[in-house]
């Protein structure tokens, strides 16, 4: 097979940032997905919809000329969301869902929720108003090793909200574990999650080989082989609870070269050929188009895209750096090869 061609993927979780570096990245996703799920963990975070529709609109703004590419807006939930932002948020149709960071689980997640209990009215209010939650499923409590609080969230707090709240639909996000992907399995279609492409690519070992690798340093942290191989089958499955989202999360070259170094992998620019050498491994590229383009769309309730994007298999260079407003950014494989390269989408 020398070109694969896909109904257009959809990106269901991504950071673009703000100002002149999100200026330097967005057409990076703009080039491979007709939508994303853009997060809202800016500094301070977007958590209104008047906020949202500006910062859409500055991403909207930020597109070369002629080129189309929808964002869906993610407000971030605090424990002092109030009652009528979620509503206004239910009645725009640019908002696709509210995020739930834990406090001090992440980037900028220091105005996230700091107890699940705190957020009972407001989980209440997205039930009824069907608006979506999407998680990040990390518990923060410290005395709980880094690698296993996916899973302690999932029996701690995911299990039992899923039952408190039977209509909530729920998104656990970049899910890296085992235990996550069984329980998302074991739920019914309103439960979902997505899988970055470099919990499909790599294992914990990436973060240490020959030295320290700050550049392969997300949360959640990458897992042991078997949790790797467990996401791999799930993506690969065509099961529709799971879709794709790359979390692609950029940081200046400077901010992950450093003693304490910012989490996220910046896969934008790769995406789609990096999802497509996973697939390639599992023998799988056939089940590509249903992760990529349309398990997302299809349980968020909107139509699939129109539209194509081939991959064409060729041998090529990643960039050792890109531009990321006044700094560089590392992309993820910086300076390897791929096999796979992604022409622009139509439609
Ligand atoms: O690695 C990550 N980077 N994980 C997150 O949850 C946030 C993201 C970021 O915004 O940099
Ligand atoms: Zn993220």
Known sequence: ???????TPDDWHLHLRDGAAM??????????F??????????????????????????LAALPEGARFEPLMALYLTDATPAEEIRRAAEAPEIIGFKLYPAGATTHSEAGVTGIEKIHWALEALERHGVPLLVHGEVTDPDVDIFDREARFIESVLEPLVRRFPALRIVLEHVTTKEGVEFVQSCGPRVGATITAHHLLYNRNALLTGG?????????????????????????????????????APHARPQKESACGCA?????????????LAFERAGALHMLERFASHNGADFYGIPRNGGTLTLHRT??????????????LVPAMA?????????????
């Open 212 to 248: 320290i690798r700050p550049h392969h340093y997300c949360l959640p942290v990458l897992k042991r082989e078997s949790h790797r191989q467990a996401l791999v089958a799930a993506a690969t499955s065509g099961d529709a609870h799971f879709f794709l989202g790359t979390d692609s």
């Open 23 to 32: 200026a330097d990245i967005v057409d990076h996703s703009a080039r491979q």
């Open 315 to 328: 041998t090529w260079q990643v960039p050792e750096t890109l531009a990321f407003g006044p700094e560089r």
């Open 264 to 276: 996220g992998c910046y896969t934008a620019l790769t995406a789609m050929e990096l999802y497509a």
């Open 1 to 7: 097979m020398d070109s694969i061609t896909l109904a």
């Open 34 to 59: 007709g939508r994303a799920v853009v997060m809202p963990n800016l500094k301070p975070p977007v958590t209104t919809t008047a906020a949202a529709l500006e910062y859409r609109g500055r991403i």
């Open 335 to 347: 300076g390897e090869s791929l096999t796979w390269r992604a022409s622009r989408r139509s439609g």
